[in-house]
Nanobody, 120 residues
Framework: QVQLVESGGGLVQAGGSLRLSCAAS????????MGWYRQAPGKQRELVAT???????NYADSVKGRFTISGDNAKNAVYLQMNSLKPEDTAVYYC??????????????WGQGTQVTVSS
């Protein structure tokens, strides 16, 4: 069984910063990539940023230059540093991991989500 546990969400004023953390645990054989997605009320879930085990990262255009994703392979963890936050960044942020459990093909796992609210 695999669990993704997120932390670091909260309420911040526009222009402020937050750092999200996510750690994967369980019977993990390997992790191909981890990332962050978000879902605002009434909207579909969207990609924020991803990072591969090799360190290649990808960002949504809306967060480029403001958010930075990083990973720690030894800890099976991923982080999202969010700077210059805007009210439109308000959403539930979900951690995602594309990983392999021994004996099974790779699969997408999701965390429970953490609320980020940016006040104007």
């Amino acid at each position: 069984q695999v669990q993704l546990v997120e932390s670091g969400g909260g309420l911040v004023q526009a222009g402020g910063s937050l750092r999200l953390s996510c750690a994967a645990s369980g019977s993990i054989f390997s992790i191909n990539a981890m990332g962050w997605y978000r879902q605002a009320p009434g909207k579909q879930r969207e990609l924020v940023a991803t990072i591969t085990s090799g360190g290649s990262s990808n960002y949504a255009d809306s967060v480029k230059g403001r958010f930075t994703i990083s990973g720690d392979n030894a800890k099976n963890a991923v982080y999202l540093q969010m700077n210059s936050l805007k009210p439109e960044d308000t959403a539930v942020y979900y951690c995602n991991a594309d990983l392999t459990v021994a004996g099974y093909p790779s699969y997408d796992y999701w965390g429970q989500g953490t609320q980020v609210t940016v006040s104007s």
